[in-house]
């Protein structure tokens, strides 16, 4: 059985919320505390196996009770076709929620000659490794 926090961790997730933001809202978090600490530990919550089957339990039951939402597959196919046509703003909204949906970093993006180039950075996540192996 889930304790309240992790109820409330699984909520945020199914929100939409990222594991880092979820955590924040479910529990105690100091102001001062270092975003690694907090990833690791929504990394390890988010991978406890009674949390992920709640999360794809109440994903189930919200597709099941609305069939105007959407599975994250189905999302993700529009935000790839929204991420390769039309306005360059939109173009960069596609590909900033899949990456947010993907657990990416934040992307740098750069125009050149009207095609948008995206480079990630993942100096955070190689930051995360190596304060995980210390």
Not at 9 to 26: D, R
Not at 62 to 86: C, D, F, H, M, Y
Request: charged share 25%.
């Amino acid at each position: 059985m889930l304790t309240q926090k992790q109820e409330n961790f699984c909520q945020a997730i199914l929100q939409g919320h990222t594991q880092y933001e979820a955590y924040l809202s479910a529990y105690d978090v100091a102001d001062t505390t270092d975003r690694a600490i907090v990833d690791n530990s929504a990394s390890e919550l988010s991978h406890n196996r009674e949390i992920a089957v709640r999360i794809k339990e109440l994903r189930d039951n919200a597709i099941a009770s609305n069939p105007n939402i959407l599975t994250v597959e189905q999302r993700r196919v529009i935000l790839s076709q929204i991420g390769k046509v039309g306005e360059e703003t939109n173009k960069i909204r596609g590909i900033q929620e899949l990456n947010r949906m993907d657990g990416i970093g934040n992307p740098k993006f750069e125009f050149s000659n009207q095609n948008v180039i995206v480079r990630v950075l993942y100096q955070e996540q190689k930051q995360l490794g190596e304060d995980h192996e210390k």
